[in-house]
């Protein structure tokens, strides 16, 4: 709250735009993590290919993108291997909410950058050749969040994949084991909420921590692993076929680091759905 005024104060007296903040991204990378039990980023970092195209889907989102925010965003050991990383999030969210929007202005910096994820702002960031990192399945992935339950909204999330053909980008898994207990939500008239969120409205009601529950319950445990790259053809008109090809190759893949490290991860047991 406090960091929200300032930033809402600065942007009162300015333009409405504010400068760059680094203090703020040291200040959420050396204690947010604290909050958890456990973070950590592992996986095939080594494969990435800094300044190259990439494209990092991260799953699940979770009810406020846990894993996302704080193994991703605001950790400096991802823009280490990645190189200059723009973090797409809903435009509503970017452009629209001012809070959030100053905050993303001063989290800004030469290698990060938290930018809308419109199709026009995906063709213009990868017509460019920037590294993105995205949330694929957005808030039909938050109406199927359950306490305790992998689950990942990705059958009919094809987009991300179409544009990655037609730039020619190379595509990272990405999966946070311990989002599942981040919050609890309620769970009813799923099917109904299903079709609100196709409207871009994120139908979901969650509650975590007991004092404050807007906050994650802090007995999460959030290691995330990135998965290693699939190298997928350039293709500038890519048929529905070829679309569907390689988002079932990709989602193989997801489930394929889902199996391989959840033991690592300290959740043996774990089974995850694909919605």
Not at 243 to 256: G, I, P
Request: proline residues 7%; glycine residues 10%.
């Amino acid at each position: 709250a406090l960091v929200a005024t300032i930033l809402c104060f600065l942007g009162s007296i300015s333009d409405g735009s504010i400068p760059r903040i680094p203090g703020l991204f040291n200040y959420v990378s050396r204690w947010a993590p604290h909050y958890y039990k456990e973070t950590k980023l592992r996986g095939a970092l080594d494969d990435i290919r800094p300044g190259g195209k990439n494209f990092f889907g991260f799953h699940p989102h979770g009810c406020l993108c846990a894993g996302f925010t704080i193994n991703g965003t605001y950790n400096p050991e991802f823009m280490k291997h990645a190189g200059r990383t723009l973090w797409l999030c809903d435009s509503g969210l970017r452009r629209r909410n001012p809070g959030f929007r100053m905050m993303a202005e001063a989290y800004e910096a030469e290698d990060r950058a938290i930018e809308a994820g419109d199709p026009s702002d995906f063709r213009k960031f990868m017509s460019r050749g920037e590294t993105l990192c995205f949330l694929p399945g957005g808030f039909l992935d938050a109406v199927v969040f359950e306490h305790g339950v992998d689950v990942v909204y990705l059958s009919t999330k094809k987009g991300f994949v179409k544009y990655c053909l037609q730039f020619g980008y190379r595509l990272h898994p990405v999966y946070t084991f311990g989002e599942r207990d981040t919050y609890y939500t309620f769970k009813g008239l799923k099917s109904l909420r299903i079709k609100i969120a196709k409207n871009n409205v994120p139908a979901l009601a969650f509650f975590g921590w007991p004092l404050l529950p807007m906050l994650p319950l802090p007995s999460a445990r959030l290691i995330t692993y990135v998965g290693r790259g699939i190298d997928v053809p350039h293709i500038q008109e890519p048929t529905e076929e070829e679309v569907d090809h390689w988002h079932s190759v990709y989602t193989e893949a997801l489930r394929q680091l889902f199996e391989e490290k959840k033991a690592e991860a300290g959740f043996p047991d774990a089974q995850l759905q694909l919605v």
